[in-house]
């Protein structure tokens, strides 16, 4: 069985600090891929990466980094200097040799001026 | 940039009565997903299709639910018997590839509500 978990229910800062939502997957495929989503208030579901289960170099693209542990099966996403406009619900989710892939509970990040 | 596109944006509907919600994915995405996610949680995998059959199921997507893709450009959820749980987002997603191998791209959503 596959499952994604996002402990963090909601998480508050202030604009300019990092901020980092944690997500831990259980699976047992052997190849997998992880995704995290963005919900803005607006409510579309918009794509911000997918890394596989054999590529566990870290990312970075602009003030968003991930850092993919296999050790941990933590698949961690980092925004630095947020901003208001990232307030958004953060999904993390998880695609194994089934063709469904399965979403965490989601994170509601509100960053506050 | 191709996108996929949902109808309605907004369903009422009297508990009882059948729904159809309409979805047109990328036109050269083979692979297409339901996933529904009820106000304030988490988004939760219904189906997904790929030549022209269901691939896989979640326990959520009971007798009561049907997909199919009657012209080759249209992909349908029908909800036979709404309930008043059923009120939720719909979303509709499509990939070129897999979901273990590419993105899924979703369209904007329907919202159902049962009255």
């Known amino acids: 069985a596959q499952k994604v978990t996002q402990a963090q229910t909601e998480i508050s800062v202030v604009e300019k600090e990092d901020v980092t939502l944690d997500c831990v997957y259980e699976?047992?495929?052997?190849?997998?891929?992880l995704f995290w989503y963005k919900q803005p208030p607006s409510g579309e579901l918009v794509f911000l990466i997918r890394?596989?289960?054999?590529?566990?170099q870290n990312e970075i693209s602009g003030r968003y980094s991930w850092n993919f542990q296999k050790s941990t099966s933590s698949f961690n996403f980092t925004i630095t200097a947020s901003q208001v406009v990232d307030s958004a619900v953060y999904f993390c989710?998880?695609?194994?040799?089934?063709?469904?892939?399965?979403f965490g509970a989601g994170t509601r990040l509100t960053v506050k001026p | 940039e191709p996108e996929v596109t949902q109808t309605p944006s907004h369903q009422v509907t009297q508990m009882g009565q059948e729904v159809i919600l309409r979805c047109v994915p990328i036109?050269?995405?083979?692979?297409f997903y339901w996933y529904r996610q009820i106000l304030g949680q988490k988004v939760e995998f219904l189906v997904s299709?790929?030549?022209?059959?269901?691939?896989?199921k979640s326990e959520i997507f009971d007798d009561q639910f049907s997909v199919e893709r009657p012209d080759g450009s249209n992909f349908t959820l029908k909800i036979r018997s709404t309930k008043l749980e059923d009120s939720a987002m719909y979303f509709c997603?499509?990939?070129?590839?897999?979901?273990?191998?590419?993105?899924?791209?979703f369209g904007e959503g329907s919202r159902l509500t049962v009255l």
């Open positions: 997603a499509s990939s070129e590839f897999r979901a273990n191998t590419g993105e899924l791209f």
């Open positions: 699976t047992r495929d052997t190849t997998y891929y």
């Open positions: 890394r596989n289960s054999f590529d566990e």
């Open positions: 989710a998880l695609s194994g040799q089934n063709n469904d892939m399965r």
């Open positions: 036109s050269n995405h083979l692979y």
């Open positions: 299709f790929y030549n022209n059959e269901i691939s896989e």
